[in-house]
Every structure is written in structure tokens, then in C-alpha cells.
């Protein structure tokens, strides 16, 4: 019969074999910092392939950038949703602001074609033809306007400045400014002038 050796078994408790594992890897990884420091003070250089980055572009928020940008918004708008009525108006007023008369009345007759009776653009395009010189144009499109709105202040202000001043039809300039103070007897030009006053 064989003799069995009475061998004594110790454990380590779980807490004890953590904390001895933690300090390993704690050692462990101050010893790659240390060795790659070393290595790196060899003076042996490697290039890594990098993906050249563009330098980033110093961004323009100058007023006009803001309107170049909401331009192209806009004619990308237009472009996706040719139907809507609103994004032609928006892209007109965009050109009128910008001072791109015949741009602009492009794209107030593309909305005009979708919405006709719509007296402000109506007015803004006759705004616009006055500026490019065709102040009969400019009469006619104040003419629509009134048609379509027959209280629309602006087209008939805008109506006698163009017959004052482009067509040298004082009478009909004054008749025009009467019909608007018929409407709005306090009526004022842009600057605050009355409209009594002007006929005066």
C-alpha cells in the first residue's frame, strides 16, 4: 500500500490576487513607457504614412458670404421644388436685394405664374423693371398690383413716383397719389413726407 503524504494546501484569498494582478500591469505599463522613451531617444526615425489634411478655410461671415449662401440655398430650393410659389418669391427678393434686377424679375414672374395675385411681388417687380429703365413695364406691373389688391398703398405711391419722375406725367402722378390718400388720408412717403404734402 502506498504511503499518502499529508500535503498542506494554502489559498490566497481573491482580494490579495487583484491587487497583485493590478500591480503587474501597473509595472507592466511603466515599462513600455520606459522602454519606448528609450527607444525613441535612439535617434531611429520612422515616418508614418499620413493623409495630407487640408488646412482648414478661414470662414467668411461677411454680409455678402451670408447672402451668396442663402442665394444658393435658394436657387437649389427652386430647383428641387420648381412649384413652390414661396421659394420663387424668396429667390426674387434675394436678386432685389442684391441688386440683380433682371435675375430678380425672373423669378418674380415664375412666382407670379404660380400665385398671380399677389400685389406686393407685383409691386417689387415693377420696382424692379423702374431700375433696369423700363418704366412702362414698372406702370404696368403697379397696375396688376392695384388690380389685385385695390387697398395696395405701396403700388400706388410706387406708381406716381415712376409717372412723376421717369414718364414726366405730373397729372397722372398726382391722380395716382389722390387715389392712395383715398385709402389712407395720413398716408407719408419713405421718408416721412405727406402725401398732401408731395401733391402740394
Excluded at 535617434?43 to 447672402?67: I, W, Y
Excluded at 406708381?159 to 397719389?177: E, I, T, Y
Aim: hydrophobic share 40%; proline share 6%.
Amino acid at each position: 500500500m502506498k504511503k499518502i503524504e499529508n500535503v498542506e494546501v494554502q489559498y490566497i484569498k481573491k482580494a490579495t490576487a487583484l491587487i497583485v494582478a493590478v500591480i503587474c500591469l501597473a509595472v507592466g505599463f511603466f515599462m513600455g513607457v520606459i522602454y519606448k522613451s528609450y527607444d525613441s531617444d535612439k535617434g531611429v526615425s520612422v515616418r508614418k504614412m499620413t493623409v495630407p489634411q487640408q488646412s482648414p478655410q478661414p470662414r467668411d461671415t461677411s454680409p455678402s458670404a451670408q447672402k451668396s449662401a442663402a442665394l444658393l440655398r435658394l436657387e437649389q430650393d427652386v430647383a428641387v421644388n420648381p412649384k413652390s410659389a414661396e421659394a420663387w418669391a424668396l429667390l426674387g427678393h434675394t436678386y432685389f436685394d442684391m441688386n440683380r434686377y433682371e435675375d430678380a424679375i425672373d423669378a418674380y414672374k415664375k412666382h407670379l405664374e404660380l400665385k398671380p395675385g399677389n400685389a406686393d411681388v407685383w409691386t417689387d417687380m415693377g420696382v424692379m423693371y423702374r431700375r433696369i429703365r423700363k418704366p412702362e413695364e414698372a406702370v404696368r406691373c403697379f397696375d396688376k398690383a392695384i388690380a389685385s389688391n385695390p387697398r395696395h398703398e405701396q403700388s400706388r405711391f410706387n406708381k406716381g413716383v415712376v409717372l412723376m419722375h421717369d414718364l414726366d406725367k405730373p397729372a397722372a402722378a398726382v391722380q395716382s397719389w389722390r387715389e392712395l390718400l383715398k385709402i389712407n388720408p395720413s398716408a407719408t412717403t419713405p421718408s416721412g413726407q405727406s402725401i398732401k404734402e408731395l401733391i402740394k
